[in-house]
């Protein structure tokens, strides 16, 4: 509430000093008192939005310091004063880099900031500043050649000059950091060494931990560079985390731990804190915090990963083992799920019929209701795990034929694990429509591709097909959607999934088409894993599958409707 009275105040500060100013234009006495007015209002709005925007408890608090960012910016405007301009931009590029959603927004606004700053020449130390900040923008779109090619020019500027400019740059170790993260350990390495001292670091509350970034920078050159099992800098990096008040400060150290420890083979304090940055990133993602964020950066929902215990062993070595072990694996626990669900609801009908008679099977009925909640929890748990375990494999896989054959299979797990979450979340059948089109994006995520993907579902509102069902067809997708993304042909034009639902008595339809160009030679290649699986699948529905004869990637499934 206070917050609220504050922004309420500013904003009335805000008009007030605009109101004053055009009556003041008439007056030829008061032209300099006016400007002076709009520059202590702008850094009132400033000072304002940054003390919101240090405590990063989670999105609400971008969100309300943008608001004051935004406000000052239009006094900056107005008041056509290129510094004031150079300071709304870079306040605005913090937020999306914070966001961390739109890079290309932020690599555009620290640059135009720089260019301002760069115009001044006492704002000097502020151009070397926010050009580290472009460098950092170009790491996060995985642009490692400009970050480098700035990192060097600061570098080069920054080892000519004498040490008493080179302490006041607190900075520098944020260099180093941002260096590490495009894998060059040595460039990092040389930072550290030739161009500042350890002792000069202070940590600034308004943006980020120096001294804390200079112990992740140590340990990754030791971890990663020089291939150290033990790093003293692990320790200092683990009480950074231990003294680390904000959510998201505290959600990125505990990512970076997970990282190194995985390494270093320490599995125990890796899975230890996965865990903790698993809880941290559900926190900061609760409520309508993400949603406010959203709605003032017109962008969508956060992007957030989960990582899990490394696989000892090398995929490569063990791809074909590993998929049949996978595959037993999940059919096991899917007939067991299966046979456990079907003796669950068999008892139960049979307790409601014999009521009190038999009170020891009462108690049977309640241990068996136990242990399905326990094998749904397992079930839950080991697709997440294997789902894990397959991201990880196909980031260190090397060969880009083994990174295809991991993502289609991290894709059929993960279909079969959302489903489940669903059916699981629901005693009813799961709404099909709404299902498929968060499939399409999670497959369309998984594949990075650069063109738009849309989808269209359409039929019956809220189809709900039986829970034996939902499994066969929700592979079946999968697949065709997975053929879409990889070999459809659209030339220039956005990929368009069609899915249309349509119930037939007591039979279901359902039709698959994309706008992809018919290729002759690939309507004719051999039959790939893909083809077995829905082959498979349709025999296990008794459905039949259908292929359009002009166009031989659109499909149609029908299958009975029955329980």
């Known amino acids: 509430m206070r917050k609220q009275y504050g922004h309420?105040?500013?904003?009335?500060?805000?008009?007030?000093?605009?109101?004053?100013?055009?009556?003041?234009?008439?007056?030829?006495?008061?032209?300099?008192?006016?400007?002076?007015?709009?520059?202590?209002?702008?850094?009132?709005?400033?000072?304002?939005?940054?003390?919101?925007?240090?405590?990063?408890?989670?999105y609400t608090t971008f969100a309300h310091s943008l608001k004051y960012y935004d406000s000052a910016q239009i006094i900056a405007e107005q008041s056509h004063n290129t510094r004031l301009k150079a300071e709304a931009l870079f306040a605005k590029g913090r937020i999306y880099d914070a966001w961390n959603k739109e890079p290309q927004r932020t690599i555009y606004y620290f640059k135009e900031a720089a260019a301002l700053f760069g115009r001044l020449p006492d704002q000097y130390p502020r151009y070397l500043y926010v050009q580290q900040l472009v460098a950092h923008a170009y790491d996060k779109i995985k642009d490692s050649v400009h970050a480098v090619e700035i990192l060097r020019g600061l570098y080069d500027t920054l080892l000519i000059k004498d040490t008493a400019f080179r302490k006041q740059q607190g900075y520098i170790s944020q260099m180093?950091?941002?260096?590490?993260?495009?894998?060059?350990?040595?460039?990092?390495?040389?930072?550290?060494?030739?161009?500042?001292?350890?002792?000069?670091?202070?940590?600034?509350?308004?943006?980020?931990?120096?001294?804390?970034?200079?112990?992740?920078?140590?340990?990754?050159?030791?971890?990663?560079?020089?291939?150290?099992?033990?790093?003293?800098?692990?320790?200092?990096?683990?009480?950074?985390?231990?003294?680390t008040t904000t959510g998201f400060d505290r959600a990125f150290l505990a990512a970076n731990l997970v990282q190194l420890y995985r390494t270093v083979k320490d599995t125990t304090k890796a899975y230890t804190y996965l865990l903790a940055e698993y809880n941290f990133t559900v926190e900061l993602n609760q409520g309508k915090a993400l949603e406010a964020l959203e709605h003032d950066l017109a962008k969508s929902e956060l992007d957030a990963e989960r990582r899990q215990i490394q696989y000892e062993q090398t995929m490569q070595q063990w791809k074909e083992l590993g998929f049949v072990v996978f595959m037993i694996g999940f059919l096991s626990i899917t007939v067991l799920s299966i046979f456990l669900y079907k003796n669950v609801k068999k008892y139960r009908a049979l307790s409601a019929k014999l009521g009190r008679t038999n009170e020891d099977l009462d108690r049977q009925m309640g241990n068996v209701a136990l242990l399905n909640k326990e094998m749904q929890h397992r079930v839950k748990n080991n697709l997440l795990m294997i789902v894990s375990l397959l991201q990880m494999q196909e980031r260190r896989s090397l060969n880009e034929e083994t990174v295809r054959d991991l993502q289609e299979a991290r894709l059929r797990?993960?279909?079969?694990?959302?489903?489940?979450?669903?059916?699981?979340?629901?005693?009813?059948?799961?709404?099909?429509?709404s299902f498929i089109e968060a499939l399409v994006q999670a497959v369309v995520n998984c594949y990075f591709i650069n063109k738009p993907v849309t989808v269209s579902v359409s039929g019956t509102d809220h189809i709900g097909l039986p829970k034996k069902k939902q499994l066969p067809l929700t592979l079946i997708l999968n697949e065709w959607i997975i053929n879409s993304i990889k070999y459809a042909d659209t030339g220039n034009e956005p990929l368009h999934l069609t899915v249309a639902f349509r119930v037939l008595e007591d039979q279901l339809e359902i039709r698959y088409a994309d706008n992809g160009s018919v290729d002759a030679h690939s309507a004719d290649a051999p039959p790939g894993l893909g083809t077995e699986i829905v082959a498979l699948l349709s025999r296990q529905l008794h459905a039949q599958v259908l292929r359009h004869p002009e166009h031989p990637y659109q499909y149609t499934i029908i299958c009975p409707n029955g329980k």
């Open 8 to 58: 309420i105040i500013l904003c009335f500060l805000f008009s007030w000093s605009l109101a004053s100013g055009l009556i003041s234009c008439t007056r030829e006495d008061k032209p300099a008192r006016n400007l002076q007015q709009r520059e202590t209002l702008f850094f009132v709005l400033l000072h304002k939005g940054d003390s919101v925007y240090a405590q990063k408890k989670n």
């Open 176 to 243: 180093a950091l941002i260096s590490s993260e495009v894998r060059n350990y040595a460039l990092a390495d040389s930072i550290l060494d030739h161009l500042f001292k350890r002792a000069w670091i202070r940590n600034d509350p308004n943006t980020y931990n120096y001294l804390d970034n200079y112990y992740l920078t140590r340990s990754r050159i030791d971890v990663y560079h020089y291939g150290k099992e033990q790093s003293p800098y692990l320790d200092s990096l683990e009480q950074a985390y231990a003294r």
């Open 413 to 433: 797990v993960q279909s079969i694990s959302d489903l489940h979450q669903r059916i699981g979340n629901h005693e009813q059948a799961v709404d099909f429509k």
